[in-house]
């Protein structure tokens, strides 16, 4: 999930087993979610984007899921590589502002050979 | 394809000097954003230009201008620097707004003494 403070969550996995990263948005009014990884030293790199009119979409090894009940989205990651260590965010367009994105914090992957 | 381009991708100031940082996209999109990264913080929104010849205050934009020159290019001004600004800069650029993926530059690592 995400995190508060100075530290960020980590999730470690094995090379090859599906991880799962949670994140819970905090405005029942967001219409927009988008996943993006970083990697040291380089700039958030988009993964794949929702809709609230959608539960689920998938992209190449990755799965968003979006539950406005509870107001949680998850990444899941097949068959993870070690070059799918990193910082992953979530953020969402919280619908005040077509232009305004508000990220969390961010979780951070490290994938074990 | 170059996508989102940074200058410079470091900078040392002392307190009180001035800088620009410079942003340029080649992608034809519309919206143009800055946004600083702190550890802890995530990414917060500076301001952002939701079109050419528009620009409008984020959530973090006290100590900066900015100016989008023409379609392409975004600049990013610090008058009198303080060292409350050193941080990460990115900027980042989309076609339709934020219900679309923002594509992000690698960033400028700015220390201010």
């Known amino acids: 999930g995400e995190s508060v403070g100075l530290h960020l969550p980590t999730l470690s996995v094995q090379e090859g087993d599906n991880s799962i990263i949670n994140c819970a948005y905090s405005?029942?009014?967001?219409?927009?979610f988008i996943w993006y990884k970083q990697e040291s030293g380089k700039g958030p790199q988009f993964i794949i984007d929702?809709?609230?009119?959608?539960d689920k979409r998938q992209g190449q090894r990755v799965t968003v899921l979006l539950n406005k009940t509870v107001k949680h989205l998850s990444l899941q990651i097949a068959a993870t590589q070690p070059g799918d260590s990193a910082v992953y965010f979530c953020a969402e367009n919280s619908g005040g502002s077509n232009y305004k994105l508000t990220f969390g914090k961010g979780t951070l992957l490290t994938v074990n050979p | 394809n170059a996508g989102v381009t940074q200058t410079p991708k470091f900078q040392v100031l002392k307190t009180g000097q001035s800088m620009t940082l410079q942003c340029a996209q080649d992608m034809n999109h519309n919206s143009m954003y800055w946004y600083r990264q702190d550890p802890g913080m995530g990414l917060r929104l500076i301001y952002y230009s939701a079109s050419e010849g528009t620009t409008d205050k984020g959530e973090v934009p006290n100590g900066y201008n900015v100016s989008r020159l023409n379609k392409r290019e975004f600049s990013l001004r610090l008058e009198s620097a303080a060292p409350s600004q050193t941080s990460v800069y990115f900027c980042?650029?989309?076609?339709?707004?934020?219900?679309?993926?923002?594509?992000f530059g690698n960033g400028t690592r700015l220390t201010v003494t």
């Open positions: 405005n029942s009014a967001s219409d927009y």
């Open positions: 929702i809709r609230s009119n959608m």
């Open positions: 980042a650029s989309s076609n339709t707004g934020g219900r679309s993926p923002l594509h």
